[in-house]
Nanobody, 126 residues
Framework: QVQLVESGGGLVQTGGSLRLSCAAS????????MGWYRQAPGKEREFVAA????????RSADSVKDRFTISKDNAKNTVYLQMNSLKSTDTAVYYC???????????????????WGQGTQVTVSS
């Protein structure tokens, strides 16, 4: 059973920063891709960013480009999401995801991610 455990969420003011972490119970290099989704109250789940473990290539949603950075630490089996210049529209539950599938490119399709964490709340106050 694979477990993904997120941490680092919390309350921050507009313009502030947070770093989310996702620790995997399985060695992360065995995943092809890991990433983050978010879901705001009353809204659909949204792709945020993902990283291919072998190459380190990344993909981010247009809404977070230049503000959020995804990275990984092989030794710690952990993926991170550094979030800067936070806006009230970034308020959501953030979910860590992982995929065993060797996709030709990083996908934003939620169904391709096999494992999901429980989520961590990020609240940005104005």
């Amino acid at each position: 059973q694979v477990q993904l455990v997120e941490s680092g969420g919390g309350l921050v003011q507009t313009g502030g920063s947070l770093r989310l972490s996702c620790a995997a119970s399985r060695r992360t290099f065995s995943f092809h891709t890991m990433g983050w989704y978010r879901q705001a109250p009353g809204k659909e789940r949204e792709f945020v960013a993902a990283i291919r473990w072998s190459s380190g290539s990344t993909r981010s949603a247009d809404s977070v480009k230049d503000r959020f950075t995804i990275s990984k630490d092989n030794a710690k089996n952990t993926v991170y999401l550094q979030m800067n210049s936070l806006k009230s529209t970034d308020t959501a539950v953030y979910y860590c995801v992982a995929s065993d599938r060797d996709m030709p490119e990083i996908t934003a399709i939620a169904g391709y991610y096999d494992y999901w964490g429980q989520g961590t709340q990020v609240t940005v106050s104005s």
